[in-house]
C-alpha cells in the first residue's frame, strides 16, 4: 500500500486529507489497524471501468464464440495480438 491514511485523520481533517492523499494516487484507508477501503479519483475509476469492460468484451468473444449479432467470428491471431496489447497495458506495479 503506497499512500495510506487513517480513518481518524479523514474523521479529523475531513475531505481535505483525502484530496491531499489522491493527489499521490489511490488511497487506502486504514481503520482500527486495517485495510478498510479504497478511494479513486473520479478519472481513475473510470480508467477502471473502460478496462473492465474492454477485457470482458474480448474475454467473451474468446469464451463464447462471436459477439451476439455477429456473423462470424474474428481470427484467432487478431484475438490473440489484441490481448496481447491489453497485457501489455496492464499496471502490474499497483
Known sequence: MDHTISAQEIKRRGISAVDEALQH???????????????????????LRTHQEDSRTLWNQLLNGPLAGTSEGRPARELADELRTERDHWDITR
Open 25 to 47: 494516487g489511490p488511497v487506502h484507508v486504514i481503520r482500527r489497524n486495517r485495510p478498510s477501503y479504497v478511494i479513486l479519483s473520479e478519472e481513475e475509476y473510470q480508467r
